[in-house]
């Protein structure tokens, strides 16, 4: 890099290089430092098929015309997020309207700068794209003070046009025939999963001065879904493109014995690929490649395994045969060494096991990917993916080349809700092999069975719980042991059943995502309880071991990874923990939480709205709820990516079938300051849905050589029909300073509110999800 | 070889007849709307009108189809037009309905989503909630399913489709 004429700006490096034309654009690149992919921001040249970091179009295009692209590596899978809340916060920083940020480009490996999955994309507050507009706004004020001829603290900036010395010009103008290079410190892995992260501490605007965030914009992606005009991953097509079918494993430990025969005479188009236990059928129209991949596959012959312990036997396989002592436990941060002490002399205690299933993610497409390994090496690939830099490191490395090499496009496609957070769904890899065997870009779409049976799922999960209360009713100890199988398998399964390169399997030596190691993800927020234990116990996933494949159930982050099968079972006990004290569920709760610390007050904030606003019943008894007709009412805390959540649910159970439903769900969220109040309504709506949708229904079946799930009415969702009426209660908090996420939580609150619920109706407490009618059924008669 | 009918326009067709009509949508004519969700017509994602009737394209064969008229998400607005007799319309109001709404969030299931609340919309031009719950739980060969959790939405766009529709269409 050239250092002369350079400045430290508030951590970024500005350099003058005199303006010089570019077409017009003021453009504001940034260089990267540390261990990423790039050596240093000295590196002009970087890899090829990438944003050169050091290269001004990176971030932001501030045009002629007065319009502004954006570009960001986070893919927007329904959150809205990139579409919504990075437009208007870009808009803010820069000053200028929400409607002139006319492009946003996301998530394509060669046309974004950050890469990092679809997750926390509010960055606490501070996501990479609200940095790179504080520090072009910066840059824009030294031009404005250069063009206008005044110092730059004279200058003021409204609605994208800048002020000074009773002149004035818009940014367009100001930027026509200018370039101002800015080289700004980022550190991270671009193709790791978490990408890159803008470095430096520029100044961001007050919020006391926010004009555009708080207000509810329209997502722009809406009308184009709406109106059939989107270009979905699923509507990529290329010349000379082949449809492709796998015959996936008869188990998910079989290894290959012999491929089925092609009847040439019914699919003279058709051919098999095979590559190590990967098996795949390709044919020029979609039809024929399906039915010539039944046609094979009914000819095909496996192995047979058996290495899982079947569903029924799950949790007696968790606590009986499981390993969990080769992975280190793990604790929180607030945890105590030892609270037996004071356990020892509770006057009340409650001891229980809670116990939570496999579920999927379920995505309404299935996955699919095209690919186009080019005869010069280089390999394009079409997809739907939350961290395509993420996929493009796995492809390089299942191919022994470099990510140089690889380009990721992704395009909209159906929620993926953490699955495809590591880089893969399943389709890509295949896709990729297969193109590369036969020359041509080859599309690969899995059938629904395929994607319930060979995709990852969400741990299952138990957890030991220890209350003590003396003898106000107050707890004295709280100790909690979370028990999970390792949550992130990033290999890519096409990969694993070819036997080419992948990283490992999650192993105990293993780091943050590719570890077994159970972290403790639930952050406690009853301060007024110190005496605490929180410990994450973690194990290998269920059948990988001994699966000839290493593949086994293999499982995946969903929505509050971890947090979810954390908050459960804390949530619950706290529910069980009231009722033996004799309290009301909510107000233990607040009695628990200090009133005068930062933390405190915001959760206490959250259960007194949402007590509220759900018309809820204080009372230190349970429901007295008769008939054939049981009512009761339950609540949920949850804290996550900077938000505060409360939840009650009001539901009806019929004991003599088990049968619950859920009448109503209210939800209050504290973001501190909301972004968009419509579109956070809608994520919560949405969450809630598939929250209570997970807590009634959703358990993964499987015997003892695969998932038995394999259709919509094998895992049953929930209906329209069945739906709560749900009242989302927003707590907009400017004073807090920042805003947190948005997205995930509300998939986690009505599980635990809805358990609550039935214990306040029923009097009998059910630690185990789902909350089936056979499952209730059997629990009301013990 | 087979004719069919499609928003309006007939159109020849290369595939076999036994092949289900999803494919051809999207692969011969290059339709986007309806997308292939399951394959067992157990989601709604592929749903398309057949002479007006809500069906599922990915288990109905092109022999099936026969000389009925299809109706896919691209052709909503045109039905609407020629329905009310105007001579052309941007949207559909149910369209229109979903944008103000803010329904989709992925949006990968609304194709049949808007489908089926049209389908509704002109067999009862004011459904209640329950009516329109039912609509999209019972009146199928399945459940519309939303993996994202937009019901709340949806229910909120057809009441107001249904309003702008009973004053002749959209804004």
Sequence with gaps: MNRRNQTSVYGAALTRRGFVKTGGALMVGFGVAGTGVFESSSKAATMRNTLDASLPESWIEIHPDNTILIRTGKSDFGQSTTFTAYRQIVAEELNASFDAITTVVMGDTDRTPDGSGAFDFLGSGTPNIRKAAAYTYQALLDLASQRLGVPKASISVKDGVASGGGKSMPYGELVKGQQLKLTIPVKGDLTSPMGLTVDGNPPMKPVSEYTVIGKSFRNSVTASKVAAKEQWATDVRLPGMLHARIVHPKTLGSTLVQVGTLDKSKFPNAQVVVKGNLVGVVAPTEWEAIRAADQVASGTKWKDWKGLPGHARLFDFLKRDADWKTTRVTKSDKSKDDVSPAMSKASKKLTANYQMPFIKHAPLGPTMALADVRKDGTIYIYTHNQNPQALRGEIAMMLATQPDNIVVRTLSGPGHYGRSNGGNAGAEDEAVILSQAVGKPVRVQWMRPEDFQWSTQSPASMSDVEIGLDANGKIAAYQIDHYMPAMQDDRPIGAVLAGLPTMAAPNEKGVFIGSTVNDISDPWIYDGVVNIVERGHGTFQVGEKSSPLTVGLRDHSLRTPGQFQQNFPRELAITEAAALAGAD??????????????????????????????????????????????????????????????????????????????????????????????????????????????????????????????????????????????????????????YGGGSEAANALAAPAIASALFDATGKIVRRLPLKPEYVQAALKA | MATISVNGTKREVQASTDTPLLYVLRNELELSGPQFGCGLAQCGACSVLLDGKEIRSCTTTLAAVGTKEITTLEGLPARWAHQKGLSSSELHPVQQAWIEEQVPLCGFCQNGMMIKATELLEQNASPSVSEIKDAFTKSGPSAHLCRCGSYTAIIAAVQLASMQMAKGGAR
């Design chain 1, 585 to 738: 569920s909510i107000q233990f709760r607040i009695d628990h939480t200090k009133p005068d610390s930062k933390d405190g007050e915001r959760v206490i904030n959250v259960l007194k709205s949402v007590r509220e606003a759900s018309g809820w019943e204080t009372r230190t008894s349970r429901a007295k709820s008769t008939g054939s007709v049981l009512r009761g009412q339950g609540v949920s805390v949850m804290f996550r990516s900077g938000t505060y959540w409360a939840c009650v649910a009001q539901i009806a159970v019929t004991p003599s079938t088990g049968a619950i439903t859920v009448e109503k769900v209210t939800v209050a969220v504290d973001p501190g300051i909301v972004v968009n109040p419509m579109q956070l309504k809608r994520q919560v709506e949405g969450g809630t849905v598939m929250g209570v949708s997970i807590a009634l229904l959703e358990e993964l079946q499987f015997d003892e050589s695969g998932i038995t799930t394999r259709d919509w009415r094998t895992y049953p969702i929930l209906k329209m029909a069945d739906i709560p009426e749900i009242k989302v209660v927003l707590l907009n908090r400017p004073e807090v300073g920042t």
